[in-house]
T-cell receptor
Framework: NAGVTQTPKFQVLKTGQSMTLQCAQD?????MYWYRQDPGMGLRLIYY???????DKGEVPNGYNVSRLNKREFSLRLESAAPSQTSVYFC????????????FGSGTRLTVV | DAKTTQPPSMDCAEGRAANLPCNHS???????VYWYRQIHSQGPQYIIH???NNETNEMASLIITEDRKSSTLILPHATLRDTAVYYC??????????FGKGTKLSVKP
């Protein structure tokens, strides 16, 4: 099993450019999440999808959009990248509800110049 | 949402037990405590979770006090590969994991 796969692993964008971060899981999990991690900080939730067809804002949603394409895939889009969005982005998935934990991907390192 | 308090850093000698404390004094009766770790800049890795009973798995043990206001993660025989940031997390009201800054554990030879 691959678990949670994120693409790309690294990306450099110019201010104002757009891009989509891809995430796919092969564990038949219902819920998926996008987090960002800035240097020396913990992870902050951007958006999540409790189940296919639903999405909700997390702690820091401004400047991002998401799409739950199907049960396996959850993408994160930056419409107009800003230097403040330079971060490491992690996707995670879990079975719906408690007490299940999350499985994380290996991250996408994004730099906006 | 219940919040957690952890020391920012700890050291442990290789081969010894590492005991990582966490305070969660505002935890409610049906909230679970989860522990994750993050090695270097990799994605966080699930370690263990518990509600009120002590739990053990192949990675670690979790000791939760009777009043549930604090817990301790125990790595019984720490190795250099256990050097990581350890996060103690109480599930938030939306049901999502809310990460703090964690404890940076350094295992030294």
């Amino acid at each position: 099993n691959a678990g949670v796969t994120q693409t790309p692993k690294f990306q450099v964008l110019k201010t104002g450019q757009s891009m989509t971060l891809q995430c796919a899981q092969d564990m038949n999990h219902n819920s998926m999440y996008w987090y960002r991690q800035d240097p020396g900080m913990g992870l902050r939730l951007i958006y999540y999808s409790a189940s296919e067809g639903t999405t909700d804002k997390g702690e820091v949603p401004n400047g991002y959009n998401v799409s739950r394409l199907n049960k396996r895939e959850f993408s994160l889009r930056l419409e107009s990248a800003a230097p403040s969005q330079t971060s490491v982005y992690f996707c995670a998935s879990s079975p719906m509800g408690m007490p299940y934990g999350y499985t994380f991907g290996s991250g996408t390192r994004l730099t906006v110049v | 949402d219940a919040k957690t308090t952890q020391p920012p850093s700890m050291d442990c000698a290789e081969g010894r037990a590492a005991n990582l404390p966490c305070n969660h004094s505002t935890i409610s009766g049906n909230e679970y405590v989860y522990w994750y770790r993050q090695i270097h800049s990799q994605g966080p890795q699930y370690i263990i979770h518990g509600l009120k009973n002590n739990e053990t798995n192949e990675m670690a043990s979790l000791i939760i006090t009777e009043d549930r206001k604090s817990s301790t993660l125990i790595l019984p025989h720490a190795t250099l590969r256990d050097t990581a940031v350890y996060y103690c997390i109480v599930r938030g009201s939306q049901g999502n994991l809310i990460f703090g800054k964690g404890t940076k554990l350094s295992v030294k030879p």
